[in-house]
């Protein structure tokens, strides 16, 4: 399935903290190039999701 790149996608992101549990969250962004350049690649838990639902079921 072909994209448009200026369609919404939905990422599922971790966030580590030393003393505490990692958290997991969805952010929405429009080009996976500034996702990348923006978050370390092991903070993407996955990309390219097409609704914030399914981002949000691989977040628990």
Same mark, same amino acid.
């Given at each position: 399935?072909?994209?448009?790149?200026?369609?919404?996608? #939905?990422?599922?992101? &971790? %966030?580590?903290?030393?003393?505490?549990? /990692?958290?997991?969250? +969805?952010? @929405? #962004?429009?080009?996976? &190039? %500034?996702?990348?350049?923006?978050?370390? /690649?092991?903070?993407? +838990?996955? @990309?390219?999701?097409?609704?914030?639902?399914?981002?949000?079921?691989?977040?628990?």
């Amino acid at each position: 399935m072909l994209i448009e790149e200026s369609s919404t996608l #939905y990422a599922a992101i &971790q %966030a580590r903290f030393p003393d505490g549990p /990692a958290e997991r969250f +969805v952010i @929405s #962004y429009t080009s996976e &190039q %500034a996702l990348r350049d923006l978050l370390a /690649a092991a903070s993407i +838990v996955a @990309s390219g999701c097409i609704t914030r639902e399914h981002a949000e079921e691989l977040c628990r």
